[in-house]
């Protein structure tokens, strides 16, 4: 089949073999793939992953044990749990100690012809929505993530640090439930977006910060963004942590401890909560493609994804 | 009147001005009066206060304009609020913008014979609870906090970093509520004082720490708590931090964000739960007392509080 294989360097291959399908697995055929900033890094040597990458995808699934799964277009949550570790036994599979993670950790991922995954994280669409929005559930369900852990009662106001893709599709999600939404970015074309959607946006630097804010979403990418929470937020707020700083950094969290404020970190997220929003078209981030690419020009579609003014970049399978 | 004085120096004051009783204030004569650990910093300079120092105390209620004060034996919680200011009108009293607090900032403590605090900060005592545990009401209630913002569930498991006055009482707090709780120390002293009351406990960077555990409350003190702490919590686990560190220090925040843990800065409690726990006798903090000095031998009894095995030491007044 045709892949994006990353083995050092990234390359696209026609003989890339297909993935094996195991007990309670799905075989998909994928549609539409989409790049993260996760993807970004992991050509940079994130995790150490070998394989082909891509997590973020649409798909028709064309092999399956379970009935009314066959035939379905899907999109598909990405983490695989054992089932049998202490932490898929307390709840917590997302966090298997064993995972695999679609595209990210022993599993290759979505910038193929086909994928499998197990029949359990597949995610079945309701035909309203377009394969092109569809391919945002998975960033979509991160951002309702962070609208859940920010835990925003009536009237109060969040701001969201960063206008990359996961700082907008935060916006939109948190306008969606009706919060009112300060985006902070450096990008006025993305600014833009969430301004058209009701947020007030300013330019990182510029005057009319505003604040305190009850809660403020930290999606910078930045290991200085979370310096930044700390000094909007109110006491007893919550700041929610989307960046991942692999490297230490100096930083003092005294007054995290003086205004007792907390800070959550977050991850993946509900898709189902996700797909709702789509299909009610609550959020539309189709907007946010800024170019779509076949596989076979990988590396352009990965240099493009890279660009400041990129957002969303995707796959599209014929 | 009779007061520890830290003008940049820690000097002993037979004439000291007895404070003055501001509209909605109590003159309360201090029976015993407790060093904590920011006491220690203040006279290191923290703060930059000026001042008698001292916040933790019991006392006597000798004039107030509220019915059925005057004559009560008493306890006060610290923060002093000006109940004006935006964070006030938010219901964020504690964290008023221009709160005086006792003994830290902009008011005259309990190191002396007379403070005066706004009635509405004083709780009267049950006649149960003898002076020299009710001087640890203010402490408990801050360990009465932690137990809150750790949010721990029927059958979770606690561990709590750091066997210093506010590490012990928190194990305190939580194994009279029933908690499983391993505490992690350098004491065996100290460590000696939770196990009897029922806790696991661990000498630091010995074998069988445990874990993961559900929450960590982080009570060491030091900056690198923290990381310990990110070590030993699950995934979706809650750290309570404690531990105000003032200076920058590298860190990183990663695995916080994959393993999607809570983080929650903690500082002052709820005194009535601090005191049911004393009235029913639930908690009993009297051990922890290493030392009993009066108010004439401060820098005696703040140099005893300073030893790595001391824990509380007070101040009697005759």
């Known amino acids: 089949m045709n892949a994006l294989l990353f083995d050092g360097g990234l390359r696209f291959r026609n003989d890339y073999p297909e993935p094996a399908c ?9 549609s539409v793939a989409g790049i993260c900033a996760t993807d970004l890094e992991i050509v940079k040597g994130y995790m150490g992953f070998r394989g082909v990458p891509g997590h973020e995808f649409v798909g028709r699934v064309i092999q399956s044990g379970r009935p009314g799964l066959k035939g379905a277009r899907v999109v598909g ?13 307390r709840g917590l599979q997302k966090h298997c100690r064993s995972r695999t993670v679609l595209g990210i950790q022993g599993r290759d991922g979505a910038f193929a012809d086909y994928l499998s995954l197990p029949d359990d ?8 929505i377009s394969d092109q929005a569809a391919v945002f559930a998975e960033p979509l369900a991160a951002a309702c993530q962070a609208c859940d852990d920010a835990g925003v009662r009536e009237g109060e106001e969040v701001a969201i640090l960063g206008d990359g893709r996961l700082g907008l599709l935060t916006a939109l999600a948190f306008l969606a439930h009706g919060t009112r939404v300060t985006l902070i970015g450096t990008h006025r074309q993305k600014l833009a977006i969430a301004g058209r959607a009701g947020a007030r946006t300013v330019v990182s630097g510029e005057a009319g910060r505003g604040g305190p804010y009850d ?5 910078t990418g930045s290991p200085d963004g979370l310096a930044q929470a700390l000094a909007m937020v109110r006491p007893r707020g919550r700041i929610v942590m989307k960046t991942t700083v692999a490297c230490r950094h100096a930083l003092s969290l005294a007054s995290l401890v003086i ?7 977050s991850r993946c997220g509900n898709f189902n909560a996700a797909i709702a ?9 189709e907007p946010m493609i800024s170019a779509r690419y076949p596989l076979s020009e990988g590396e352009a579609a990965f240099s493009r994804a890279g660009d400041h003014d990129a957002l969303k970049v995707v ?3 014929s």
């Open 22 to 30: 195991g007990k309670g697995e799905s075989l998909v055929a994928i």
């Open 77 to 89: 949550e990405i983490n695989c749990s054992c089932g049998r570790c202490d932490l898929c036994r």
């Open 121 to 128: 994280n597949l995610h079945i669409l309701p035909g309203k």
């Open 215 to 219: 809660a403020v979403i930290e999606a």
């Open 259 to 265: 205004d007792e404020v907390s800070l959550v970190g």
């Open 277 to 285: 929003l789509l299909e009610q078209g609550r959020v539309d981030p």
């Open 315 to 317: 796959f599209l399978n």
